[in-house]
């Protein structure tokens, strides 16, 4: 029996565990609530010997908005909820993109900034060709320090992954695949999940210690990384939540006008 979450869904069928994120209604914006159980669910499966392969998908028109705006302007004027949120933040990134269990991402909608970052620290992406993929951190005046610089870099060029850490552009998913951050496509919303869910079928059918074994060589180049850049990149991304700039971006984006920044 799987456990019940607010914002989330899980669900063990056979070999496959399933972590579906559902609140349509936010675009499954990643809140407090949701950070902590999506954390919780991908840990949880550390303690489930019977399972080989995870599901990883999303309910509505969004994958994920990414970061929750009233989230951001909380940690602007609470410095403890910002110390708190660091340990989180990296246990968060850690407990996906480190699960010894490969992970299979079913992207229906788009995937903005965190949402973005989850999914691609995951080991297989299946994404609608509908799909838009972007990390806009930079675009609401904070710097991509929570997993952006750890992720885009492994799964596309540095160079891409600079041109596109620094604008926060889209990408349309055809674009994704050939860029490597998308690895199937699928030609609807609604192919997405049974996809995912046929390609993690085919993973745990193989034998399961050549692939855990596979999966945990893996996990060792994800580390290096995080441990090379992770902290660095978060504590820089800490300190832009106090910043004029970023209530400006978002204050903008809220009144459907041009921003002012001031650099301060």
């Not at 565990?17 to 914006?29: A, K, R, T, V, Y």
């Not at 998908?57 to 708190?84: Q, Y």
């Not at 893996?218 to 995080?226: H, L, V, W």
Request: glycine share 8%; proline share 5%; charged share 25%.
């Amino acid at each position: 029996m799987t456990k019940k979450y607010e914002t989330i869904e899980t669900k063990l069928d056979g070999w496959i565990f399933e972590i579906i994120l559902n609140q349509p209604q936010s675009h499954n914006g990643i809140g407090y609530v949701m950070h902590h159980e999506l954390k919780e669910a991908f840990l949880s499966v550390r303690d489930m010997p019977e399972v080989r392969a995870v599901v990883f998908g999303s309910t509505g028109k969004s994958f994920s908005a990414g970061g929750d705006f009233e989230l951001m302007l909380a940690h602007h004027v609470d410095h403890e909820k910002r110390r708190a949120m660091e340990p989180e933040a990296r246990e968060l990134i850690m407990s996906v993109g480190d699960c010894p269990i490969p992970v299979v991402t079913a992207v229906q909608g788009d995937a903005v900034g965190l949402g973005a970052t989850l999914l691609l620290a995951t080991d297989a992406v299946v994404a609608s060709k509908t799909v838009r993929i972007s990390d806009p951190h930079v675009v609401v005046g904070l710097v991509a320090g929570d997993g952006g610089c750890v992720v885009w870099p492994l799964s596309t060029s540095f160079l891409r992954a600079k041109r596109y850490l620094l604008t926060g552009d889209r990408i349309k998913a055809e674009d994704a695949l050939a860029m490597g951050l998308v690895t199937d496509l699928v030609e609807a919303p609604e192919d997405a999940l049974p996809a995912a869910r046929a390609l993690a079928a085919r993973i745990a059918a193989q034998p399961p210690l050549a692939v855990k074994g596979t999966k945990r060589a893996f996990n060792q180049i994800f580390r290096q990384r995080m441990d090379a850049v992770f902290d660095f990149g978060l504590s820089l991304e800490m300190e832009t939540f106090t910043t004029n700039d970023m209530v400006e971006a978002i204050s903008a984006f809220r009144e459907k006008r041009p921003p002012k920044y001031n650099g301060n």
